[in-house]
């Protein structure tokens, strides 16, 4: 992710990030666990207007956007080489950070749309998607505290009803919904009932492509960071 790389943010944004930087926990692997979703918040919110922010660059994004399918991956790569500039002179081929962010966001809201053609249990799956997708975002950009990166749900499949539950393993059949820790026997997690959201689609809602810990439907997360944001 180029969510460290502040070359293309205002000052503002600037003065904010070394605000934030000035209060990360002294543990560096706190601050490790806090960077990726605190430099997320500030990208989201420089994108405003006709100004985009590079969220998801670089070859580690493009891997974690392709859900380790070969298929996506190609995908992916050909839309990448599609907005990529030549140079003339020497040969090369290029793309900007920007326009890396923008395909991989184009896609993961193609792949959004797209839940609803899905057998069965399409439209189900996609109100599903985007109920969690969004308190995921709200998680992660409201209010005046920040969640560590977190793209993952626990799903406790016995008080489901049973129309739900199968939805939700059509999800988890179709890579939408990953399981982990993944037991390769059944095709669902070994021990306690946890998914991550695709990589694909994540980025239709502004989220670290890691898996994190888990954001509980019912009670907060204590492992947040207080801060206040300039201008709110």
């Known amino acids: 992710m180029c969510s460290s790389d502040l070359g293309t943010i205002d000052d503002l944004m ?7 930087k000035s209060i990360l926990p002294d ?6 666990l806090y960077r990726s979703p605190v ?23 493009v891997v974690a956007a392709s859900d380790g399918n070969p298929r996506k991956l190609l995908r992916l790569l050909d839309r990448l080489h599609e907005g990529s500039i030549i140079n003339t002179k020497t040969g090369s081929i290029t793309i900007s950070n920007e326009a890396q962010s923008q395909i991989i966001q184009e896609l993961a809201l193609g792949a959004f749309d797209k839940l609803a053609s899905l057998p069965a249990h399409g439209g189900r799956i996609k109100k599903f998607v985007a109920r969690l997708g969004n308190r995921l975002t709200a998680k992660l950009h409201s209010n005046d505290t920040v969640a ?10 016995e008080l489901l009803p049973s129309a739900e539950a199968a939805a939700l393993r059509t999800a988890v ?17 070994a021990a306690e009932h946890r ?22 439907w019912k009670e907060s ?12």
């Open 173 to 189: 059949d179709y890579g939408i919904l990953c399981p982990w820790p993944f037991d390769p026997t059944t095709g669902f997690p």
């Open 221 to 232: 997360n204590k492992d947040q960071l207080k801060l206040r944001f300039l201008d709110e």
């Open 148 to 157: 560590r990166d977190a793209a993952s749900t626990r799903i406790r499949w």
């Open 14 to 20: 600037v003065a904010e990030f070394n605000q934030v």
């Open 27 to 32: 543990d560096k692997d706190q601050q490790r």
């Open 195 to 216: 998914y991550w959201l695709s990589y694909t689609i994540a980025p239709k809602f502004w989220l670290v492509l890691r898996r994190g810990d888990i954001v509980p």
């Open 39 to 61: 430099s997320m918040r500030l990208l989201k919110r420089g994108s405003r207007g006709n100004r985009k922010t590079p969220a998801y660059a670089g070859w580690k994004d």
